[in-house]
């Protein structure tokens, strides 16, 4: 078990099964299409906790998911609606695991409630077109990434704000959910044992 001078520290081995200790939280960030969702998921049965993902939360909450809200509203009324449904999420805390939208992380606030709550962040960094893929397979368009051109704007102009997370986590195609679910504990394991 490893602890640093707050008496925190995010996993303990016990009977060969990792756990999260003192109420940590990890925040899974990167972009659209980079896996968060399953990964946090994945995560979370390794480390015996609950996992959450701010879109579904969103949803949840507004009986409409982030793409109906971002085209009726615009996106400064879903940043608004995502910043405060983030704050409840992080201080209710029944999930450990938490991951964000693409653009949640984008947003100086939403950065800043989540480091009051000295959650580990990690970004999944997964290259450009591996995230255009799964963009135009997925069931749910996504308004601020309808064409390529502008996927791909945003993907270069956010990477240096994915860069502030506390670890990167990068990811290949022929990586599966597991095995990056696996490296993110590790990642989180070696920075409590550094701290
Ligand atoms: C967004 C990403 C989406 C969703 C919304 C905005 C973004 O989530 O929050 O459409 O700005 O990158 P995913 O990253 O889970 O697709």
Same mark, same amino acid.
């Given at each position: 078990? +490893?602890?640093?001078?707050?008496?925190?520290?995010?996993?303990?081995?016990?009977?060969?099964?990792?756990?999260?200790?003192?109420?940590?939280?990890?925040?899974?960030?990167?972009?659209?299409?980079?896996?968060?969702?399953?990964?946090?998921?994945?995560?979370? =049965?390794?480390?015996?906790?609950?996992?959450?993902?701010?879109?579904?939360?969103?949803?949840?909450?507004?009986?409409?998911?982030?793409?109906?809200?971002? /085209?009726?509203?615009?996106?400064?009324?879903?940043?608004?609606?995502?910043?405060?449904?983030?704050?409840?999420?992080?201080?209710?805390?029944?999930?450990?695991?938490?991951?964000?939208?693409?653009?949640?992380?984008?947003?100086?606030?939403? =950065?800043?409630?989540?480091?009051?709550?000295?959650?580990?962040?990690? +970004?999944?960094?997964?290259?450009?077109?591996?995230?255009?893929?799964?963009?135009?397979?997925?069931? /749910?368009?996504?308004?601020?990434?309808?064409?390529?051109?502008?996927?791909?704007?945003?993907?270069?102009?956010?990477?240096?704000?994915?860069?502030?997370?506390?670890?990167?986590?990068?990811?290949?195609?022929?990586?599966?959910?597991?095995?990056?679910?696996?490296?993110?504990?590790?990642?989180?394991?070696?920075?409590?044992?550094?701290?």
């Amino acid at each position: 078990m +490893w602890k640093d001078d707050k008496g925190r520290f995010a996993i303990a081995f016990k009977g060969g099964q990792q756990r999260l200790m003192n109420n940590q939280i990890i925040v899974i960030l990167g972009f659209m299409g980079s896996g968060k969702s399953t990964v946090a998921h994945d995560l979370a =049965r390794k480390l015996n906790c609950r996992a959450s993902d701010l879109d579904d939360l969103i949803t949840r909450r507004e009986s409409r998911g982030p793409r109906e809200i971002i /085209e009726q509203d615009g996106e400064a009324a879903f940043r608004k609606i995502e910043t405060r449904i983030l704050r409840e999420a992080l201080r209710e805390a029944s999930a450990r695991v938490v991951a964000v939208g693409g653009g949640a992380w984008t947003i100086a606030e939403n =950065r800043r409630i989540i480091a009051e709550h000295e959650a580990f962040t990690v +970004w999944l960094d997964a290259p450009f077109e591996l995230c255009w893929t799964r963009i135009e397979a997925g069931r /749910e368009t996504r308004p601020l990434a309808r064409f390529r051109e502008t996927a791909q704007t945003l993907y270069t102009a956010r990477r240096g704000i994915y860069a502030l997370a506390d670890v990167r986590i990068p990811v290949s195609e022929n990586e599966s959910a597991e095995t990056i679910a696996m490296k993110v504990a590790g990642a989180v394991d070696q920075l409590n044992a550094k701290s």
